[in-house]
Nanobody, 127 residues
Framework: QVQLVESGGGSVQAGGSLSLSCKAS????????MAWFRQTPGKEREEVAR????????YYADSVKGRFTISHDNAKNTMFLQMNNLKPEDTGMYFC????????????????????WGQGTQVSVSS
């Protein structure tokens, strides 16, 4: 059974850094459209960053541009999110997502319908 497993969340003070990982277990090592989302109680789920793994095309939400870096290691079949200069408003549950388990060459954009989701990892940033 295919599975996305996040890790790396935690608690830091503002200005600190965290690195999240998303291991794609039993997914093929093929081109994929993957993303990081975050969810905070009372707010809509927000797409933080997105990547097309074969071409390393990347997208960032304006709120994290210049602070967060999304990447993917094909050999490890793992996506990462390096978060620097964290702010209290970055607090939330972070989820990784992948559109499909098949080789994916469709547009990887804001209209992507992600089928697979991880269980989430909590990030808490204190002021």
């Amino acid at each position: 059974q295919v599975q996305l497993v996040e890790s790396g969340g935690g608690s830091v003070q503002a200005g600190g850094s965290l690195s999240l990982s998303c291991k794609a277990s039993r997914f093929p090592r093929t081109s994929a459209c993957m993303a990081w989302f975050r969810q905070t109680p009372g707010k809509e789920r927000e797409e933080v960053a997105r990547i097309r793994t074969a071409y390393l095309n990347k997208y960032y939400a304006d709120s994290v541009k210049g602070r967060f870096t999304i990447s993917h290691d094909n050999a490890k079949n793992t996506m990462f999110l390096q978060m620097n200069n964290l702010k209290p408003e970055d607090t939330g549950m972070y989820f990784c997502a992948r559109r499909t388990s098949e080789p994916d060459y469709e547009p990887c954009d804001e209209n992507t319908d992600f089928r697979y989701w991880g269980q989430g990892t909590q990030v808490s940033v204190s002021s």
